[in-house]
Nanobody, 123 residues
Framework: QVQLVESGGGLVQAGGSLRLSCAAS????????MGWFRRAPGKERELVAT????????SYADFVKGRFTISRDNAKNLVYLQMNSLKPEDTAVYYC????????????????WGQGTQVTVSS
């Protein structure tokens, strides 16, 4: 069992930055590929960024490339999402996810979800 707890969300002006953190319980954190998803009001949940178990490979949705950076610290059981140049359309609830996969995490390979943290970007 893995529990994921996100933090770092909040209200920020367009062009600003936030860093989301996700703390994972358990001793097997490094066995999980991790990802950040988001759900905006009235929209489906979408994949934002992924990182492999070792952290040696990352991937991003086109709409955040060049602005967001995902990273992890396996010694501390943490995964981060640095969000820069935020836009109003980035407003959403952001979810941390863990998947017991050797590959890049996908929605179908998620085993555990966090409760989400709200990010609101004002124009």
């Amino acid at each position: 069992q893995v529990q994921l707890v996100e933090s770092g969300g909040g209200l920020v002006q367009a062009g600003g930055s936030l860093r989301l953190s996700c703390a994972a319980s358990g001793r097997t954190f490094s066995s999980y590929a991790m990802g950040w998803f988001r759900r905006a009001p009235g929209k489906e949940r979408e994949l934002v960024a992924t990182i492999t178990r070792s952290g040696d490979s990352t991937s991003y949705a086109d709409f955040v490339k060049g602005r967001f950076t995902i990273s992890r610290d396996n010694a501390k059981n943490l995964v981060y999402l640095q969000m820069n140049s935020l836009k109003p359309e980035d407003t959403a609830v952001y979810y941390c996810a863990a998947g017991l996969t050797r590959m890049v995490i996908t929605p179908s390979s998620v085993n555990y979800w966090g409760q989400g943290t709200q990010v609101t970007v004002s124009s």
